[in-house]
């Protein structure tokens, strides 16, 4: 992370909003202090898609036990 004061913020703002682009983030002081951060967006979440996942769901095969009973297998199991 680069760090640069407001002044010359100020006279290089399109150049600082290149190196952003770029993936570089860009903290702004003032007398020393950091007042602002200029940083790339964060990538957009996809959407969930539902029917692929029932698609998936419906795929797979029931299963045999209930939760609860895993659980104490899994635990109780020669492997613990």
Do not use: C, H, N, W
């Not at 600082?16 to 570089?24: F, H, S, W, Y």
């Not at 957009?44 to 299963?63: N, T, V, Y």
């Amino acid at each position: 992370m680069t760090a640069i004061t407001l002044a010359e913020a100020k006279e290089k703002l399109g150049e600082l909003i290149d190196r952003v682009a770029q993936g570089e983030t860009v903290e702004i002081t003032r007398d020393g202090l950091a007042v602002a951060q200029l940083a790339p967006p964060r990538l957009r979440k996809q959407p969930i898609d539902f029917e692929m996942l029932k698609a998936i769901r419906e795929k797979m095969p029931p299963q045999s036990e209930d939760a609860g009973t895993f659980m104490r297998r899994f635990r109780d199991d020669e492997r613990y």
